[in-house]
């Protein structure tokens, strides 16, 4: 089964572009310069932020379900990232180097399935979970710090 995964519209967050350390604070953003690799995952182009590249770290509302499954947590968005993750069968790499919870959810926002799942052979958990006719689309998260990390959909 064909599947399309997608990272946060990139116009989301193009107002908080070079926005001052100020007016970040009051929004509860933090800007923070990356100075190791693999340690940012940008929920936008679903890459790794790059050594010397500036993140925002923000709360985001990535199930808004009015359900007992409405959820918020902490993501990294690259500052000024203009491209958004928008591909058919093709798994990005910052999904590939890490362990995944995939979680199911049903049109209503209610959650139907989960599993966890090494990145690298996340395919089969996929097609698993899309499969079930009542899944609606899958939310996909890093399963260390229980980050939200991209949207799956049948294709």
Same mark, same amino acid.
């Given at each position: 089964?064909? @599947?399309?995964?997608?990272? %946060?519209?990139?116009?989301?967050?193009?107002?908080?572009?070079?926005?001052?350390?100020?007016?970040?604070?009051?929004?509860?953003?933090?800007?923070?310069?990356?100075?190791?690799?693999?340690?940012?995952?940008?929920?936008?182009?679903?890459?790794?932020?790059?050594?010397?590249?500036?993140?925002?770290? %923000?709360?985001?509302?990535?199930?808004?379900?009015?359900?007992?499954?409405?959820?918020?947590?902490?993501?990294?968005?690259?500052?000024?990232?203009?491209?958004?993750?928008?591909?058919?069968?093709?798994?990005?790499?910052?999904?590939?180097?890490?362990?995944?919870?995939?979680?199911? @959810?049903?049109?209503?926002?209610?959650?139907?399935?989960?599993?966890?799942?090494?990145?690298?052979?996340?395919?089969? %958990?996929?097609?698993?979970? %899309?499969?079930?006719?009542?899944?609606?689309?899958?939310?996909?998260?890093?399963?260390?710090?229980?980050?939200?990390?991209?949207?799956?959909?049948?294709?």
């Amino acid at each position: 089964m064909s @599947f399309r995964i997608t990272g %946060l519209p990139a116009t989301e967050f193009a107002h908080l572009a070079g926005a001052s350390d100020e007016r970040l604070a009051e929004l509860g953003i933090l800007r923070k310069r990356i100075d190791a690799p693999h340690s940012a995952p940008d929920r936008i182009s679903l890459r790794d932020a790059e050594p010397g590249e500036t993140v925002l770290l %923000l709360n985001y509302e990535h199930q808004a379900a009015a359900t007992p499954y409405r959820s918020r947590h902490a993501i990294y968005v690259i500052e000024g990232e203009q491209r958004t993750f928008d591909a058919i069968d093709q798994v990005p790499d910052v999904m590939r180097r890490r362990q995944l919870s995939l979680r199911a @959810f049903d049109a209503r926002g209610m959650m139907v399935d989960a599993d966890v799942v090494d990145g690298r052979e996340v395919e089969p %958990l996929i097609a698993r979970l %899309l499969a079930d006719a009542r899944t609606a689309y899958v939310h996909a998260h890093y399963a260390k710090r229980g980050c939200y990390a991209a949207r799956i959909e049948r294709a």
